[in-house]
């Protein structure tokens, strides 16, 4: 019984810590990556050894996939709720006509917005600083019909 609680605990940590270093190879620094990876493939020696322990191998399997469905699940989650949220820019331009109800809709869902006339044609620019606002503005533009492109917010500084 030790030997198959040992097993699960070995099999959940590793999948954790492999998962983070994955993301952290990808955005973090040269020493974060090293560092990572570093643990990772420390512990990992000792999973495998785990590996040929004396537990069915069936069992071995389901242990192994349950930990990898719970684990990378539990920490992409994590990932997802510590992401910061990013200004997105979104520019379409929508026949001169269209302007006026274009303005009523974005006041209604409260998304700020500027525009540009030129002629025969108007450039709006929707300012999103939330999940909500940019899913309000897609369905606006979508209830238009309207061609546009996005741009993410970057840090310069």
């Known amino acids: 019984m030790n030997l198959l609680i040992l097993?699960?605990?070995?099999?959940a940590v590793n999948?954790?810590?492999?998962?983070?270093?994955?993301?952290?190879?990808?955005?973090?620094?040269?020493?974060?990556?090293a560092s990572a990876n570093a643990i990772a493939y420390g512990l990992y020696t000792i999973v495998v050894i785990y590996m040929v322990c004396e537990l069915p191998l069936m069992l071995k399997v389901c242990i192994i996939?349950?930990?990898?469905?719970?684990?990378?699940?539990?920490?992409?989650l994590i990932e997802e709720k510590l992401q910061?949220?990013?200004?997105?820019?979104?520019?379409v331009t929508i026949p001169t006509a269209e302007k006026d109800k274009l303005i009523t809709d974005c006041e209604k869902?409260?998304?700020?917005?500027?525009?540009?006339?030129?002629?025969?044609?108007?450039?709006?620019?929707?300012?999103?600083n939330t999940k909500e606002e940019t899913t309000h503005a897609k369905k606006i533009l979508k209830k238009y019909n309207a061609k546009y492109f996005v741009s993410e917010s970057h840090k310069t500084f």
């Open 7 to 11: 097993f699960i605990i070995l099999n």
């Open 109 to 128: 869902c409260d998304i700020p917005y500027n525009y540009i006339d030129i002629n025969k044609y108007f450039i709006f620019n929707f300012y999103c």
């Open 65 to 76: 996939g349950l930990c990898n469905f719970i684990g990378v699940f539990v920490v992409k």
């Open 84 to 91: 910061k949220t990013k200004l997105w820019k979104i520019e």
């Open 15 to 33: 999948v954790v810590i492999q998962t983070v270093k994955s993301l952290l190879t990808i955005k973090g620094n040269k020493l974060v990556a």
